[in-house]
């Protein structure tokens, strides 16, 4: 008798444990699948929207990936862009893991540029490196407080925070506008009032054999770093704890506000490190151009990844891949610059509508449904 | 009296007729705004709405020449971006503040991309009525030369009021917005109530787009919407979901945006960025000043997202 009973305690035990297995494994392609299914959903709807239109959307993706990823070029092209959208969606995505709506990264990407075309002139005495690391750190800082200061007014005085970080944004880009084209504004400049062009070994560089930016491995780096923070550490699951029930956290003495200020203020200064890139290595100089749009398209990449900074990496280069390949839909296909926003929206659309099909596919929870039989 | 002779005094008339001016497309945004949270909705793509409004009124005021026909069309997308974001938000799980931000994308995105051909061509103006036919000053005629939306705008604001809370669709529609429950358990049908709402709140907005691209600044380009529609958003909380107090808070930050263009118009130019800038600061203190950590606030709707 008491044999037997072990025997089938254990083998309970045995399908006790392929359940917990089957059960990860059907959550776990859920969540990699329907992001998936409804990136394609996007795409589709944007093709009839260009059917309809009378364009052929085989053609589209046709110049989408010629654009994006056919040569070696157009891939240099598709990495440059990625590198802002990586920090762009760090910056949507660390905040959004204590339940905020951070959407103002624009705001960031232009302070962090703008720091460092408006300081560059006065380190220009100092070797390279050091520059640049100081450079960097006051980007980081000057971008961080800004975002940081979105969540400390969340906390303290319960502002919406994605209202307040949308009016951040543009009361950066006026102040931005404000110091280009007053204090800071080199004479030389004419059409395009900007700062004075920084000094050559101020500028960031190429990887060695490529004709992509160093950007984009601080980028890589960065969604790295977050995801071994969120995942890996007390700091980040006391971060999901307080983003699933603040008040849960607050009774078990998390330090909410100080969560918030160190998740949103990191968010802000990876955006800030955006800005820095694209003064520092494309632009040379502080201008208009810093408000390019990355921080809305960062906003879609960090939904599309569902919040994941290994995610953000693919969604990224797909999206950057989108943007590399604008200017030749628009000659080839007659198309507005425009074209590229409204597939983002339609797949924005999609991604969020996705949210209310989780467990709705009964192939993804095997183990429920046999208990049912 | 020539134009120099008003010296200082030009300010305030400016910024008084720029705020009648400006204050429109807040107000009417915001008066949308205020139907959609009333019934337990939070609709955060109104600055899209706004922009495609702006785009789809112009452009029909200029294919048919008739500015009535515009601000018609462009009620009727906001009606239907609305109506989008009405269904879309009663599926489960989908959050109401992200969808917005996605529709004010895809708004924007949709106005650029069918409003190009627009840019160059000149629509006709919207009439407006002359108060100002009293003075012999120029800047003060300007600026008491008001536009007819205007006057309809605090029509439909004392009308919304006396819905509210005078009338049973009133009635309903604050039942919904602060208990889904207690609506349900009167047989009402909450979904259908806040699509319906946040349609019409569309419409308001469309409105208020069209008249940015019709009357002022008076044409379609890609940069005619700056936040207006966001701000608005924000307004409302600063209105207390009250539609008279929203033409109040209109009108004051229709004035904080005269603010610039104000002292632009008497010389003083340094700095044109910042007092640019002075309608976002002054967002920004009120939703500071206005919101509070612990208590939910005053006047809020029980079932809105953002005060819960």
Not at chain 1, 54 to 74: C, I, N, R
Not at chain 2, 42 to 52: A, D, M, P, V
Not at chain 2, 144 to 163: D, Q, T
Request: with cysteine; aromatic share 12%; net charge neutral.
């Amino acid at each position: 008798m008491k044999t037997a009973d072990q025997n089938i305690s254990h083998s309970k035990e045995k399908i006790f444990l392929t359940d917990v297995w089957l059960e990860t494994l059907g959550k776990r392609s859920e969540a990699v699948l329907l992001p998936i299914g409804a990136l394609f959903v996007g795409f589709l709807t944007f093709g009839l929207f260009l059917y309809f239109l009378g364009k052929s959307p085989l053609d589209f993706y046709a110049l989408v990936y010629k654009a994006g990823f056919g040569t070696s070029f157009s891939w240099q092209n598709t990495l440059s862009r990625t590198a802002p959208l990586l920090f762009a969606a760090l910056c949507v995505a660390l905040p959004a893991r204590l339940g905020l709506m951070v959407i103002g990264g624009e705001g960031a990407i232009v302070l962090g540029g703008v720091t460092f075309g408006v300081l560059a002139g006065s380190v220009s005495g100092l070797p390279g490196i050091i520059a640049i690391l100081l450079l960097a750190t006051a980007s980081m800082l000057v971008a961080g407080v800004w975002i940081g200061a979105v969540g400390l007014l969340r906390h303290y005085r319960g502002v919406n925070e994605t209202i307040a970080s949308l009016l951040m944004a543009y009361i950066a880009i006026a102040l931005m506008n404000h110091l280009v084209e007053g204090p800071f504004r080199d004479p030389d400049s004419l059409n395009k009032p900007s700062t004075a062009p920084i000094a050559a070994h101020l500028r960031i560089g190429d990887i060695p054999g490529w004709d992509v930016h160093w950007g984009l491995i601080a980028g890589l780096f960065c969604c790295l770093v977050s995801w071994v923070l969120l995942e890996r550490t007390t700091l980040g699951f006391a971060a999901r704890i307080a983003g699933g029930n603040i008040r849960a956290a607050q009774v078990q003495g998390l330090p909410v506000g100080r969560l918030i200020l160190c998740f949103t203020s990191l968010g802000g200064a990876f955006a800030g490190l955006a800005g820095m890139f694209e003064v520092a290595a494309i632009h040379g100089s502080a201008n208009a151009s810093l408000a390019s749009g990355y921080g809305y398209t960062g906003i879609l990449v960090a939904f599309l990844a569902r919040q994941n900074p290994i995610a953000i990496i693919p969604v990224a280069i797909l999206l950057a891949a989108f943007e590399a390949s604008s200017g030749l839909i628009q000659r080839r296909m007659g198309l507005p610059d425009a074209t590229v926003l409204v597939l983002q929206g339609l797949v924005f659309v999609s991604i969020l509508l996705s949210e209310s099909l989780y467990g709705r596919f009964r192939i993804f929870y095997p183990v429920s449904q046999e208990s049912e039989k | 009296m020539t134009e120099t002779d008003l010296g200082l005094w030009a300010i305030p008339i400016a910024i008084l007729g720029g705020a009648i001016r400006v204050s429109t497309p807040f107000m009417f945004v915001s008066l949308g705004e205020v139907l959609t949270e009333r019934s337990g909705r939070f609709n955060l793509g109104l600055e899209g709405t706004l922009i495609f409004g702006a785009m789809t009124g112009y452009a029909a005021a200029y294919e048919t020449g008739s500015p009535l026909i515009g601000i018609m069309a462009a009620a009727f997308t906001g009606g239907l971006f609305g109506l989008f974001h009405g269904i879309v938000c009663s599926l489960p799980r989908v959050n109401d503040i992200a969808i917005g931000i996605a529709l004010m994308l895809l708004g924007m995105g949709l106005a650029f991309f069918f409003g190009k051909p627009y840019i160059q061509p000149v629509a006709p103006d919207l009439p407006s009525i002359e108060f100002g036919w009293w003075s012999v000053i120029p800047q003060v005629k300007a600026a008491l030369r008001v536009n007819v939306l205007f006057i309809i705008g605090i029509f439909a604001a004392i009308g919304l009021w006396w819905m509210f809370f005078a009338t049973r669709i009133g009635l309903l529609i604050r039942v919904v917005g602060d208990s889904t429950n207690a609506a349900r358990a009167m047989g009402l049908r909450p979904a259908l109530i806040r699509a319906v709402a946040t349609a019409i709140g569309g419409a308001f907005a469309g409105i208020g787009g069209a008249y940015l691209s019709l009357f002022y600044p008076g044409s379609w380009n890609e940069g005619i919407s700056s936040g207006q529609g966001l701000m608005a958003v924000a307004l409302v909380i600063f209105a207390r979901w009250n539609p008279i107090a929203c033409v109040w808070a209109a009108i004051l930050f229709g004035g904080a945006g005269a603010l610039g263009p104000a002292l632009q118009s008497v010389g003083l130019s340094d700095g044109y960025y910042l007092f640019y800038a002075a309608p976002y600061v002054l967002t920004l203190c009120v939703l500071i000043f206005t919101s509070s950590p612990t208590r939910a606030m005053t006047g809020a709707p029980g079932e809105l997202s953002i005060t819960k």
